[in-house]
């Protein structure tokens, strides 16, 4: 009877343990996107993730493009996979800065290469505006998404042929 009991009570221990939810840092803001624009007869296709959970913020997440041309060394197309680092988001205007690092590419050359993302989200339903993407600023290192820049290749915004952006 005594180990019956003692079983009980560490079933019981357990489960309540195990009900416990794992506390997670808080996602202060998150963007998310997949779609293709076509900068001036050059398709473009992005897929990206973004999750800020620092008030300094840092993020994590990751950016897929792929660029329907050739790279400086040829590859076609020019695929990049990213790391996320960085996030700046302008929830009112539904605008983020996306700051990233290159981590792999079909084109070597480019992988450790940082840059600045610039997207906006034009809303949903029949009344939305465009969802628009800016060109990929990698004069720019990826802390600079903090700064909210809105100049250079980040001032030229592109709008979404398909796809959808949310900036939360």
């Not at 003692?6 to 996602?27: E, G, S």
């Not at 897929?47 to 660029?67: C, I, L, P, S």
């Not at 993302?117 to 939305?128: S, Y």
Request: charge should be negative; glycine fraction near 12%.
């Amino acid at each position: 009877m005594k180990k019956l009991a003692i079983t009980a009570f560490l079933v019981a221990v357990l489960t309540m343990v195990m009900a416990v939810p794992i506390m997670a840092a808080p996602t202060l803001h998150k963007v998310t996107g997949g779609g293709t624009v076509d900068f001036s007869g050059f398709m473009e296709s992005y897929g990206f993730t973004a999750r800020q959970t620092n008030e300094d913020g840092t993020a994590t997440g990751h950016v897929h493009m792929t660029w329907h041309y050739a790279s400086p060394s040829g590859a076609t197309p020019w695929i990049m996979n990213s790391e996320v680092l960085y996030l700046a988001v302008d929830a009112d205007a539904g605008e983020a800065w996306i700051g990233a690092v290159i981590t792999g590419s079909n084109d070597p050359l480019w992988v450790g290469m940082e840059y600045v993302l610039r997207v906006i989200d034009g809303g949903e339903g029949r009344d939305a505006g465009q969802d628009m993407i800016s060109y990929t600023d990698i004069s720019r290192t990826a802390i600079e998404a903090l700064d909210m820049p809105t100049d250079g290749g980040l001032a030229i915004l592109v709008p979404w042929i398909n796809g959808n952006i949310q900036v939360k």
